[in-house]
C-alpha cells in the first residue's frame, strides 16, 4: 500500500497512479502474446533466429536443426519468463497502489489504456532492439522481412497512441 505523509491512498486519488503498473502489465502481456502468436503459434521466429546478426557477435541458431531449436526454445523459455514477471511484478504493483474499489480499478479506462501503451511500448523497444539494432530475429523473415519489421513498429505506435487515448477518456 503506498502512503504518503503515513495517510495511505489509492491509485484513484492519485495523479496517474495507474500507469506504472499498467504499463509494466501491458509489457509483460504484449510480451506473452508476441511469444506465443510469433515463435510458438506461427513459428515465424524465436528469439536467436536471424542470420544478419553476427556483427554483434551473437551466434546464429538455426531453428531447422534439432541443436538450434533446441538452444532457441531455450532463449524463447527465458523471454517468456521475462514476460511472466513482469506480469506478476505489474500485479503487485496495482495491488500495493490500489487500496480500495479494486473492481471499479479493473473496470476503467485508464489501466486498460495504459496496458495498451505498454504493449505498444513494448513492440516498440523489441522492435527496434532485436529487429533493427540487434538483428537477432525479424518478425517474419525473407525477401519481406523489414515491412514485417515496419508493420510491428507501426502496430506499436498506433498501441501506444489508442492507449493514451483510451486512458483520457478514463478516470485515473
Same mark, same amino acid.
Given at each position: ?62 531453428? %531447422?536443426? @534439432?541443436? #538450434? ?5 531455450? !532463449? &524463447?523459455?527465458? *523471454? ?6 513482469? +506480469? ?48 537477432? %530475429?525479424? @518478425?517474419? #523473415? ?5 515491412? !514485417? &519489421?515496419?508493420? *510491428? ?6 498501441? +501506444? ?12
Amino acid at each position: 500500500m503506498a502512503t504518503t505523509a503515513g495517510r495511505a491512498r489509492s491509485a484513484s486519488s492519485a495523479p496517474d497512479g495507474l500507469r506504472l503498473p499498467g504499463i509494466v502489465l501491458g509489457v509483460g502481456l504484449g510480451g506473452f502474446l508476441d511469444g506465443i502468436v510469433l515463435h510458438q503459434l506461427l513459428q515465424w521466429h524465436h528469439m536467436l533466429t536471424s542470420t544478419d546478426h553476427d556483427h554483434i557477435g551473437v551466434r546464429y541458431y538455426d531453428p %531447422h536443426t @534439432v541443436s #538450434g531449436l533446441e538452444m532457441n526454445t531455450v !532463449w &524463447d523459455g527465458i *523471454f517468456h519468463t521475462v514476460c511472466w514477471v513482469a +506480469v506478476i511484478a505489474g500485479l503487485g504493483i496495482l495491488h500495493a497502489r490500489v487500496t480500495r474499489d479494486r473492481r471499479a480499478v479493473w473496470a476503467s479506462r485508464a489501466l486498460w489504456g495504459w496496458i495498451l501503451a505498454g504493449w505498444g511500448l513494448f513492440n516498440l523497444v523489441e522492435g527496434l532492439l532485436d529487429h533493427q539494432i540487434l538483428g537477432i %530475429h525479424h @518478425v517474419h #523473415g525473407g525477401p519481406y522481412q523489414a515491412w !514485417w &519489421d515496419a508493420g *510491428f513498429l507501426l502496430l506499436g505506435g498506433l498501441l +501506444v497512441a489508442g492507449g493514451l487515448l483510451l486512458r483520457r477518456g478514463g478516470r485515473a
